[in-house]
């Protein structure tokens, strides 16, 4: 069984950083996608940051508004995948999933019956 276990959230002020840890076991697959979904309105969930592989070439892609405040990284050997936030701001408050696709991550989903793996999500809350 395939399971994703988010660690990491909290609460920080505006300006603080923050560092979300995913482990992923059970898990095999010659390729897959990987990234944070968070909750927004309307109850849907918008890609926050993901990997993305085309061919043999992988690449990061990252929402416009978190564009060079968050980074993604993954240990493959742990099967750890990470997002590294900084700066934040009180728009970022949110719950924060992670999610494995053997195809595409898609920008918006309506939750976990979108994608392959999906974690049971980690709460960040930024204050002002």
């Known amino acids: 069984k395939v399971q994703l276990v988010e660690s990491g959230g909290g609460s920080v002020q505006a300006g603080g950083s923050l560092r979300l840890s995913c482990t992923a076991s059970?898990?095999?697959?010659?390729?897959?996608?990987f990234g944070w979904y968070r909750q927004g309105p309307d109850n849907k969930y918008e890609l926050v940051a993901a990997?993305?592989?085309?061919?043999?070439?992988?690449?990061?892609n990252y929402l416009d508004p978190v564009k060079g405040r968050f980074t993604i990284s993954q240990d493959s050997a742990k099967m750890t995948i990470n997002l590294q936030m900084t700066a934040l701001k009180p728009e970022d408050t949110a719950v924060y999933y992670c999610?494995?696709?053997?195809?595409?991550?898609?920008?918006?989903?309506?939750?976990?019956?979108?994608?392959?793996?999906w974690g049971q999500g980690t709460q960040v809350t930024v204050s002002s």
């Open positions: 990997v993305v592989t085309y061919r043999d070439t992988s690449e990061p």
């Open positions: 999610a494995i696709d053997s195809v595409a991550l898609l920008p918006i989903v309506r939750g976990a019956g979108s994608v392959d793996y």
């Open positions: 059970g898990f095999r697959a010659d390729r897959y996608d």
